[in-house]
């Protein structure tokens, strides 16, 4: 998000109309706006994706490209239809008026100044409401709510759900200071998202020292399987090598286990209008957390299930741990072991 700074904007004028552009932008720039100028809708098109501007002051009655034509390309732009706009034009007709409003723009000129001032205003909120999501949403979900907007509820897809928890953390904390802890375990997330999102994947949840992450949704992911497995054989070797950093600095190692599961499962917004979370549900989400607390017991890392384990390319090693009892499931699962290749 670009700042403001105490008012000032850059603004775009656009109209066919030498003597217009001239007088508008000495107007604007007495209010101590910069502005930069366009004959066109063509060229203004080019403009905004070249560079960014707070406001588009837009003549509707242009040759080449007219002003309707400008708003509709940018309406269908995901960019372009967050930059407010002032008709400067004007029309005669209700029906203009309606066209230019559910085009997206703001008004028409009447009181200039103030209607400069009140779409800045707007465009800087929408722009922090939009650095917030991005601060605290992954990127795939926040070009998710801005394509298809927020809506609580779900819809059935295919993708690969991980669930990574550190062993024996509470005895790790007990040993070092609180300010400690929270240092360790930024340093760890950062590890861990970095080969995640590296592989297509979006940590959607956090909980203490245990996360979990999706790989094909809210954005479909081609070979999630391969990707979520691919992800958890570097996110094992980055912590190998951090490891070294904590023993230089005599530090206890840290382990971590990993499950992965595959298959059809549940993703939306779950929560309230005021407060929602994007997350998946149903048994392929249960396996990989079951899968994840069976590490412990199976002294591997990695594990996975069969949907996971078909989808691997051949380069991939794993070794078949039978059908293994998971808590919560009538029946016993087939199991893999990720090998980790330890030999670099």
């Not at 309406?75 to 029906?95: A, C, K, N, W, Y």
């Not at 009447?110 to 605290?136: M, Y």
């Amino acid at each position: 998000m670009r700042n403001q700074d105490a008012g000032r904007a850059r603004l775009l004028v656009v109209d066919d109309n030498k003597v217009n552009r001239l007088l508008l932008t000495r107007n604007l720039e007495l209010q101590g706006h910069q502005v930069a100028t366009a004959e066109n809708g063509r060229v203004a098109l080019d403009m905004l994706r070249a560079e960014p501007f707070d406001l588009l002051l837009l003549d509707i009655e242009m040759p080449e490209m007219n002003g309707f034509q400008v708003l509709e390309q940018m309406s269908r732009d995901l960019q372009l239809r967050e930059v407010p706009v002032i008709v400067t034009s004007s029309l005669e007709g209700l029906d203009n008026v309606v066209r230019c409003i559910e085009l997206g723009a703001e008004d028409y000129p009447i009181l200039l100044k103030a209607r400069i001032g009140a779409s800045l205003e707007k465009k800087r909120l929408r722009d922090r409401q939009k650095e917030l999501v991005r601060r605290f949403a992954t990127p795939e979900v926040a070009q998710d709510l801005q394509q298809s907007g927020f809506a609580l509820g779900g819809k059935r897809v295919d993708a690969s759900v991980m669930f990574c928890d550190i062993r024996n953390f509470t005895p790790l904390v007990d040993a070092q200071s609180p300010e400690d802890t929270i240092e360790l375990l930024n340093a760890y997330y950062t590890l861990m998202f970095d080969a995640i999102s590296r592989h297509g994947g979006i940590v959607n949840l956090i909980i203490g020292d245990g996360l979990m992450a999706i790989f094909g949704a809210p954005v479909p992911l081609p070979s999630h399987s391969d990707r979520a497995v691919r992800a958890a054989l570097e996110m094992c070797e980055m912590l190998e090598l951090f490891n070294i950093e904590r023993t230089a600095a005599q530090k206890p190692a840290i382990r971590i286990g990993i499950g992965i599961a595959s298959g059809e499962m549940v993703a939306g917004y779950t929560g309230t209008n005021e407060r929602a979370t994007y997350t998946c549900i149903g048994d392929t989400v249960i396996l990989a957390a079951r899968l994840e607390a069976h590490t412990k017991m199976a002294g591997h890392p990695v594990l996975i299930d069969a949907a996971t384990r078909e989808a691997l390319r051949n380069d991939i090693r794993v070794e078949a741990l039978g059908a293994v009892p998971i808590r919560g499931k009538t029946q016993s699962v087939e199991t893999f072991a990720v090998v980790l290749d330890r030999s670099e």
